[in-house]
C-alpha cells in the first residue's frame, strides 16, 4: 500500500485528497480573479503576467480618458522656469529660504473653499513677487492633503520645517474681511513690510489685478502680464493641485456608474443662507430664481443623450430638481458650508466631509460639457478649472435670466471682490 506522509493511502484518504486538491484549486482561482477586478477598478496594474497586463490596459484605457480629464493632465500648467526661483525640492533646501505662508488653520475663519482658492492664487502671486517659497497650511477644518496634493509646484515640502522656525522671525497678516489690501496691493512695499523670514497671510480676495501693476511684475512674472486672470487662474490652480486618488476614484466612478456615454448639463445654483446651511449670509443680489433656471434646463431633460447634474448650497433644490428632470443624476453627500458649520469644532468629522464633498462637486462641474453658474465664486472657479467659453452661461442676477457667457464676462456680471 502506497503512503504519504507516513499516512497510508486507503481509498477515503484518496478520495479526500481529490477533493482539496480541487477545492484549493477552485480558491485560488477566485483569488486570482479577484486580484484582476481589484488592479482594473482600482487603476493599478499589479499582474504581471501577460494576460492580466492586457486586462489592465485595456479597460485602464477605458478609464484612462476620463482620469486623463481628472487628473488635469490635458490641461494647462506654470512653466517650471515661472516658479524656478521659488521652488525647493527637498527638505534640506528649507534652510535659508524665506516663506509665505498660505494659512487657514481653527483659530479664525477663512472662508468657503472658492474663497480660499481666490486666496490661495494672490498669495502665489504674491510668493512670485517677493521671491519667497510658498507654502500652504491648510488644516480647517481639517488637512487639505487628504483632498487636494500639490502639481507641478510643491507647497508642502517645507511645511514641517516652518514649524521649526522661532515665533521671532515670523509675522502673520490677517487679511480675512479686509477689502482694502488687494486694492493697494499695487504699490505696495513688501520688502518694507513684510521683514520675517516666514510670513504668513490670511487671505481670501482676488488680487490679481494689482500685483499686474506692480513694479516688480515685469521682472517677477513677465507671463502674467498679458494673460487674462481667468487664465491666470486657471494655470496657477493647475499648477498648485491635483486631485487626491479618493477624489479622482470617486469621481471615476461617479463617471463610469452614472455618467457613462452621456453628456452632462450642469449647473451650480448657490442660494446662500437656507436650511442646508444656515450660518451663512444672505446673497448680495438674493436667492436666484429656480423657476427661470429649471425651464432652462427642461430643453436638455428632453434630449436623449444628455444628463443633468445639479450642484447646490441647498438640498431642497436639489429635491427640486429631482421631482422636475427625468435625467437628473447627483452625488449623495450631505451639504455643509466648510467654513460656517456654526459650533464645527466639535463637528469635524462633518466639516471635513463637507470640504470632500465640495471639492469633488467642483471638479465634476469643471469636467461637464455645459455649465450653468449662479452668483458664486464656487461655481464660477469650476469654470475657470473647465477653461472653456463653449457651452458656457449664467444667471443673471439682475436681468433674472439665462445668459450666455464666455469667461472674462463672468467677473464683470457677478462682480466678486
Ligand atoms: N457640496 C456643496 N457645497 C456647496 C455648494 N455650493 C456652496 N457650497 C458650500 O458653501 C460654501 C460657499 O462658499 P465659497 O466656496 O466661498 O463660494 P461663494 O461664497 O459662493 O463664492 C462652499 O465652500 C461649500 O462649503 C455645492 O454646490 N455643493
Ligand atoms: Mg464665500
Given at each position: 500500500m502506497n503512503t504519504m506522509f507516513g499516512i497510508r493511502l486507503t481509498v477515503p484518504w484518496m478520495i479526500l485528497l481529490v477533493i482539496s486538491g480541487l477545492s484549493c484549486i477552485f480558491m485560488m482561482q477566485i483569488l486570482y480573479v479577484q486580484k484582476i477586478y481589484t488592479s482594473v477598478t482600482g487603476n493599478k496594474c499589479e499582474k504581471k503576467d501577460d494576460s492580466s497586463i492586457q486586462q489592465c490596459a485595456n479597460s485602464a484605457s477605458k478609464i484612462h480618458s476620463f482620469a486623463e480629464k481628472v487628473l488635469n493632465k490635458d490641461r494647462r500648467v506654470l512653466q517650471a522656469e515661472s516658479f524656478e526661483h521659488i521652488r525647493v525640492s527637498n527638505e534640506n533646501q528649507?534652510?535659508?529660504?524665506?516663506?509665505?505662508?498660505?494659512?487657514?488653520?481653527?483659530?479664525?475663519?477663512?472662508?468657503?473653499?472658492?474663497?480660499?482658492?481666490?486666496?490661495?492664487?494672490?498669495?502665489?502671486?504674491?510668493?512670485?513677487?517677493?521671491?519667497?517659497?510658498?507654502?500652504?497650511?491648510?488644516?480647517?477644518?481639517?488637512?487639505?492633503?487628504?483632498?487636494?496634493?500639490?502639481?507641478?509646484?510643491?507647497?508642502?515640502?517645507?511645511?514641517?520645517?516652518?514649524?521649526?522656525?522661532?515665533?521671532?522671525?515670523?509675522?502673520?497678516?490677517?487679511?480675512?474681511?479686509?477689502?482694502?489690501?488687494?486694492?493697494?496691493?499695487?504699490?505696495?512695499?513688501?520688502?518694507?513690510?513684510?521683514?520675517?523670514?516666514?510670513?504668513?497671510?490670511?487671505?481670501?480676495?482676488?488680487?490679481?489685478?494689482?500685483?499686474?501693476?506692480?513694479?516688480?511684475?515685469?521682472?517677477?512674472?513677465?507671463?502674467?502680464?498679458?494673460?487674462?486672470?481667468?487664465?491666470?487662474?486657471?494655470?496657477?490652480?493647475?499648477?498648485?493641485?491635483?486631485?487626491?486618488?479618493?477624489?479622482?476614484?470617486?469621481?471615476?466612478?461617479?463617471?463610469?456608474?452614472?455618467?457613462?456615454?452621456?453628456?452632462?448639463?450642469?449647473?451650480?445654483?448657490?442660494?446662500?443662507?437656507?436650511?442646508?446651511?444656515?450660518?451663512?449670509?444672505?446673497?448680495?443680489?438674493?436667492?436666484?430664481?429656480?423657476?427661470?433656471?429649471?425651464?432652462?434646463?427642461?430643453?436638455?431633460?428632453?434630449?436623449?443623450?444628455?444628463?443633468?447634474?445639479?450642484?447646490?448650497?441647498?438640498?431642497?433644490?436639489?429635491?427640486?430638481?429631482r421631482n422636475h428632470f427625468s435625467s437628473y443624476i447627483n452625488i449623495n453627500r450631505t451639504i455643509v458650508h466648510v467654513d460656517r458649520l456654526g459650533t464645527f469644532r466639535n463637528l469635524k468629522t462633518e466639516a471635513c466631509n463637507g470640504l470632500y464633498s465640495v471639492i469633488l462637486e467642483q471638479l465634476i462641474l469643471s469636467l461637464c460639457d455645459e455649465l450653468v453658474l449662479t452668483r458664486s465664486g464656487l461655481g464660477t472657479f469650476a469654470a475657470y478649472m473647465r477653461g472653456i467659453a463653449e457651452g458656457l452661461f449664467l444667471y443673471h442676477p439682475t436681468e433674472k435670466r439665462i445668459v450666455t457667457t464666455n469667461l472674462t464676462n463672468i467677473q464683470k456680471v457677478f462682480h466678486f471682490l
Open positions: 528649507c534652510k535659508d529660504r524665506k516663506f509665505l505662508v498660505y494659512r487657514c488653520d481653527s483659530s479664525i475663519g477663512c472662508g468657503g473653499w472658492a474663497d480660499r482658492q481666490k486666496g490661495i492664487v494672490s498669495t502665489f502671486l504674491m510668493a512670485l513677487l517677493t521671491k519667497r517659497v510658498f507654502v500652504i497650511d491648510m488644516t480647517r477644518p481639517c488637512k487639505l492633503d487628504q483632498f487636494m496634493l500639490p502639481n507641478t509646484y510643491d507647497w508642502s515640502v517645507c511645511q514641517s520645517y516652518i514649524k521649526s522656525v522661532p515665533n521671532r522671525l515670523t509675522g502673520t497678516f490677517n487679511h480675512i474681511e479686509d477689502y482694502k489690501f488687494a486694492t493697494v496691493v499695487n504699490h505696495f512695499d513688501f520688502e518694507r513690510v513684510w521683514t520675517k523670514r516666514v510670513i504668513f497671510i490670511r487671505f481670501h480676495t482676488h488680487a490679481i489685478d494689482g500685483l499686474r501693476q506692480h513694479d516688480e511684475a515685469k521682472s517677477r512674472f513677465k507671463w502674467l502680464l498679458n494673460m487674462t486672470n481667468e487664465d491666470v487662474i486657471h494655470v496657477v490652480l493647475n499648477t498648485l493641485f491635483q486631485p487626491s486618488d479618493k477624489i479622482i476614484n470617486d469621481a471615476i466612478e461617479f463617471h463610469d456608474n452614472r455618467i457613462g456615454e452621456k453628456k452632462l448639463m450642469c449647473c451650480h445654483i448657490r442660494k446662500g443662507r437656507n436650511p442646508s446651511i444656515p450660518e451663512d449670509n444672505n446673497l448680495r443680489f438674493g436667492p436666484p430664481n429656480e423657476t427661470v433656471i429649471f425651464d432652462f434646463l427642461k430643453n436638455y431633460d428632453r434630449k436623449s443623450d444628455y444628463l443633468i447634474y445639479i450642484a447646490s448650497d441647498s438640498e431642497e433644490v436639489k429635491q427640486s430638481a
